[in-house]
Antibody, heavy 124, light 110 residues
Framework: QVQLQESGPGLVKPSETLSLTCTVSGGSIRSTIYYWGWIRQPPGKGLEWIGSVYSSGSTYYNPSLKSRVTISVDTSKNHFSLKLSSVTAADTAVYYC????????????????WGKGTTVTVSS | QSVLTQPPSVSGTPGQRVTISCSGSSSNIGRNTVNWYQQLPGTAPKLLIYSSNQRPSGVPDRFSGSKSGTSSSLAISGLQSEDEADYYCATWDDSLDGQVFGGGTKLTVL
């Protein structure tokens, strides 16, 4: 049973970089079947896709966040990470990591395993 | 403004059938399959329907999904109080080269 667990600081200062890690247990992040993704949810609002990474390091990012986002994978530690630079209060959200099932040209792309989420607040 | 359009809220009484719509365009729903997620209060989203009409193991057959053209629908039959949650549709958008979500629909069981 694959499980995902987010970790990282719960409080980040404006203009600094938000850094989170998602540790995968019960399965290998090297699997060629999956991408690994990040999704966030501001308080009282809907879900927003941030991006995803493959075991090779190949990435896809939300165009609205692309200039500030880096998602990377560390296969030796079986985890993947999110960095979001120059944060503002608008980046305050619950951040989720998830396992992504995908098909050719992303004809299908869905998250079947989710972490419980971690709350990140941007405030001085 | 979400790329996929959902009604903000729907409601129904126990035992009733309700549907939630999700409208997109030719670059997203028109080309790719649709997924539905259920988010109970205070919890992480859960995959409810994938590939437009497939249910993951453990999801009751009261939940069903469909897709036609650039729209998709989630139907819930035999409504139960525990179905009260937020529901999100999602798919890949070929123009944006990324995944897009609907704005979410809050289901209230009266």
């Amino acid at each position: 049973q694959v499980q995902l667990q987010e970790s990282g600081p719960g409080l980040v200062k404006p203009s600094e970089t938000l850094s989170l890690t998602c540790t995968v247990s019960g399965g290998s992040i090297r699997s060629t079947i999956y991408y690994w993704g990040w999704i966030r949810q501001p308080p009282g609002k809907g879900l927003e896709w941030i991006g995803s990474v493959y075991s090779s390091g190949s990435t896809y990012y939300n165009p609205s966040l692309k200039s500030r986002v880096t998602i990377s994978v560390d296969t030796s530690k079986n985890h993947f990470s999110l960095k979001l630079s120059s944060v503002t209060a608008a980046d305050t959200a619950v951040y989720y990591c998830a396992r992504v099932n995908w098909g050719s040209q992303f004809y299908y792309y869905y998250m079947d395993v989710w972490g419980k989420g971690t709350t990140v607040t941007v405030s001085s | 403004q979400s790329v996929l359009t959902q009604p903000p809220s729907v409601s129904g009484t126990p035992g009733q059938r309700v549907t939630i719509s999700c409208s997109g365009s030719s670059s997203n729903i028109g080309r790719n399959t649709v997924n539905w997620y259920q988010q109970l209060p205070g919890t992480a989203p859960k995959l409810l329907i994938y590939s437009s009409n497939q249910r993951p193991s453990g999801v009751p057959d009261r939940f069903s999904g469909s897709k036609s053209g650039t729209s998709s629908s989630l139907a819930i039959s035999g409504l139960q109080s525990e179905d009260e949650a937020d529901y999100y549709c999602a798919t890949w958008d070929d123009s944006l080269d990324g995944q897009v979500f609907g704005g979410g629909t809050k289901l209230t069981v009266l």
